[in-house]
Antibody, heavy 119, light 107 residues
């Protein structure tokens, strides 16, 4: 069974750094693209970027380029989303999402990680 | 970037009635269009891909149609569990984008 298990909720202050994780199991982690999706409170879904763990090819949506870093450690089947300096506007639910064999077509979702940034 | 526009923003429907949701792309995405359902407190769930193919386990009352820039999701007879927010998504290239969502609520 394919599973994506995300790290737990975080409460941070503006300016702090953060790295959240998404551990894949039940499939070949290096063979499928994994993406990150933001959902701000009461709002819709926004695609942030994707990574191919097999070779670490990473692509960002223009809105998120330079704002976050996506990475993966294939030795532990885990993808990451990180910020170097959080803002209050980063408060959101973040989902990891595994593509099918077609890049971008998401079949499997993580349970979400709620990030709250508040002073 | 391909902009996806959904309409209406909110759809009020009685149980048992048909619901028709629309999605328009700012440029052709061929048939690389998916629909997702999201309920409160849950991750989205894939309903339709390839514009018209139901994902595994999705009931036949859900159907999708369209190609190019105009797409439709139809729920033939709404059940109580279908009241949710629905998103379209194009995956024509790696820079996939979502529509803003249509909330289907009980009339």
């Amino acid at each position: 069974e394919v599973q994506l298990v995300q790290s737990g909720a975080e409460v941070k202050k503006p300016g702090e750094s953060l790295k959240i994780s998404c551990k894949g199991s039940g499939y070949s982690f290096t063979s499928y693209w994994i993406g990150w999706v933001r959902q701000m409170p009461g709002k819709g879904l926004e695609w942030m970027g994707i990574i191919y763990p097999g070779d670490s090819d990473t692509r960002y949506s223009p809105s998120f380029q330079g704002q976050v870093t996506i990475s993966a450690d294939k030795s532990i089947s885990t993808a990451y989303l990180q910020w170097s300096s959080l803002k209050a506007s980063d408060t959101a639910m973040y989902y990891c999402a595994r593509s099918s064999s077609i890049v971008g077509l998401v079949v499997y979702w993580g349970q979400g990680t709620l990030v709250t940034v508040s002073s | 970037e391909t902009v996806m526009t959904q309409s209406p923003a909110t759809l009020s429907v009685s149980p048992g009635e048909r619901a028709t949701l629309s999605c328009r792309a700012s440029q052709s995405v061929s048939s690389n269009l998916a629909w997702y359902q999201q309920k409160p407190g849950q991750a989205p769930r894939l309903l339709i891909y390839g514009a018209s193919t139901r994902a595994t386990g999705i009931p036949a009352r859900f159907s999708g149609s369209g190609s190019g820039t105009e797409f439709t999701l139809t729920i033939s007879s709404l059940q109580s569990e279908d009241f949710a927010v629905y998103y379209c998504q194009q995956y024509n290239n790696w820079l996939q984008t979502f529509g803003q969502g249509t909330k289907v609520e009980i009339k």
